[in-house]
């Protein structure tokens, strides 16, 4: 699907390895948004931003400041991981 070139289009790619890079890609758009989510973060303590991936969907990208390394983990995904299926 094409999606019109003023939609905020961003697609985070993850590392397969060990110190592989973390690559983020998207168009100006999809980059002032996610910018403006870490600046919220930055002043706020947490921002988001609406954002569409290379497949045209839709996701919320979820920016936390945190103080400390412990607060890094868990993934805040893990405890959906973790059930049983």
């Known amino acids: 699907m094409e ?10 790619y993850a590392p397969t390895k060990a110190r592989e890079p973390i690559v983020i890609k998207g168009n100006t758009e999809g980059l002032c948004v996610l910018v403006n989510a870490i600046l919220s973060a930055i002043g706020f303590g947490d921002g988001t931003a609406e ?28 405890d959906l991981q973790d059930e049983p299926k």
């Open 51 to 78: 954002i569409f991936d290379g497949k045209a969907e839709l996701h919320e990208v979820v920016v936390k400041l945190v103080e400390t390394h412990d607060e890094l983990a868990p993934l805040p995904y893990k």
């Open 3 to 12: 999606l019109p070139k003023e939609y905020a289009m961003v697609h985070i």
